[in-house]
């Protein structure tokens, strides 16, 4: 059984730092995707950033250059730092690996959960 388990969400106010962990397991996280997913109330689901099993990284156009997607394949963790946090960064952050970017592709805004496997969501809330 896979399971992504996240940690590292809370409340900060804006300008503020957090770190996201994502640990994966029950499958080789090495030839896996990973990335984050993040989705406000009543919003759509959208990508923060990916970095694939080989390597390619990829940041959602509303994060570039305040967050940076890390893993450790020898820990099975992917880690998100986000720097700079704003009130419109508030959301559920979701941990997602394996087919994840296709469901995106295929059904871009939704947070299709048939595609990959996904954790149980960190809230981040950043007050003004």
């Known amino acids: 059984e896979v399971q992504v388990a996240e940690s590292g969400g809370g409340s900060v106010q804006a300008g503020g730092s957090l770190r996201l962990s994502c640990t994966v397991s029950?499958?080789?996280?090495?030839?896996?995707?990973v990335g984050w997913v993040r989705q406000a109330p009543g919003g759509e689901c959208d990508l923060v950033a990916s970095?694939?099993?080989?390597?390619?990284?990829r940041y959602g156009d509303s994060v570039k250059g305040r967050v940076t997607i890390s893993r450790d394949n020898a820990e099975n963790t992917a880690y998100l730092q986000m720097t700079s946090l704003k009130p419109e960064d508030t959301a559920v952050y979701y941990c997602?690996?394996?087919?994840?970017?296709?469901?995106?592709?295929?059904?871009?805004?939704?947070?299709?959960?048939?595609?990959?496997?996904w954790g149980q969501g960190t809230q981040v809330t950043v007050s003004s």
């Open positions: 029950g499958l080789i996280f090495a030839d896996a995707d």
């Open positions: 997602a690996t394996d087919l994840f970017l296709l469901g995106l592709e295929r059904s871009p805004g939704t947070c299709d959960t048939d595609f990959g496997y």
């Open positions: 970095f694939t099993s080989d390597g390619v990284i």
